[in-house]
């Protein structure tokens, strides 16, 4: 069964500080890898996404490393922010796959403490 | 441009009545998928429509089923309620199936069933 394990469950951080999620997969057909971000009474809202063919995505103070031969992917987020604190979900999906082929992880609860 | 919509926020059921939750997608999306998000679980897959047809389904049993209108809003309903099927209820949508195309989520509905 695909799976995509996610962990920490949940993590508190300083502010300023750098938050690290990390993901890991075991399905080799699996080529994009986004995540979402959710806040408390609010959907998930897509964050930073990847594919395997590089190794690093940085969108502002959010960083995918993506480590294909370790099947692990994992979200950085630089000088933590205390509205950064939401529950964050990776996410896989095959090639040529849609929503209904994401598989998710079951997320982690970030604080950041001011 | 109105996102995602999705009704009733809220609704509490008892064991073995039928729910019915409406979602509206944002305009000019043809593919509407239902997602389930249960305590701890993470978001679960359950239905996809598109052009008016389910397309995939995801391990749910048949008392989940739902349709989609021809103005592809759709409608999930839920038979035979049991406890665990207490959870929030998340729509998306996409204007597009296939890989790179984002889903955005609405804020979703919550289920109680007592």
């Known amino acids: 069964q695909q799976q995509v394990k996610q962990s920490p469950q949940s993590l508190i951080v300083q502010k300023g500080g750098i938050s690290i999620i990390n993901c890991a997969y075991e399905?080799?057909?699996?080529?994009?890898f986004p995540w979402y971000q959710q806040f408390p009474g609010k959907g998930p809202a897509l964050l930073i996404a990847?594919?395997?063919?590089?190794s690093e995505k940085k969108e502002g103070r959010f960083t995918i490393s993506f480590n294909k031969s370790a099947k692990q992917f994992s979200l950085h987020i630089m000088d933590s922010q205390p509205g950064d604190s939401a529950t964050y979900f990776c996410?896989?999906?095959?090639?040529?796959?849609?929503?209904?082929?994401?598989?998710f992880g079951k997320g982690t609860h970030l604080i950041i403490q001011p | 441009e109105a996102g995602v919509t999705q009704s009733p926020t809220h609704l509490i059921k008892t064991r073995g009545q039928q729910a019915t939750l409406r979602c509206s997608p944002i305009?000019?999306?043809?593919?509407v998928y239902w997602y389930q998000q249960a305590l701890g679980l993470g978001l679960q897959f359950l239905l996809w429509?598109?052009?008016?047809?389910?397309?995939n389904r995801g391990n749910f049993p048949p008392r989940f089923s739902g349709r989609q209108f021809p103005n592809y809003s759709s409608e999930l309903n839920v038979n035979a309620l049991e406890l665990e099927d207490s959870a929030l209820y998340l729509c998306?949508?996409?204007?597009?199936?296939?890989?790179?195309?984002?889903?955005?989520f609405g804020e979703g509905s919550w289920l109680t069933v007592v």
């Open positions: 998306a949508s996409s204007w597009l199936q296939g890989s790179g195309n984002t889903i955005y």
């Open positions: 399905n080799t057909a699996f080529d994009y």
């Open positions: 990847i594919r395997p063919d590089v």
């Open positions: 996410a896989a999906r095959p090639l040529g796959g849609g929503a209904d082929g994401l598989t």
């Open positions: 305009s000019g999306h043809t593919s």
């Open positions: 429509y598109d052009e008016g047809e389910e397309r």
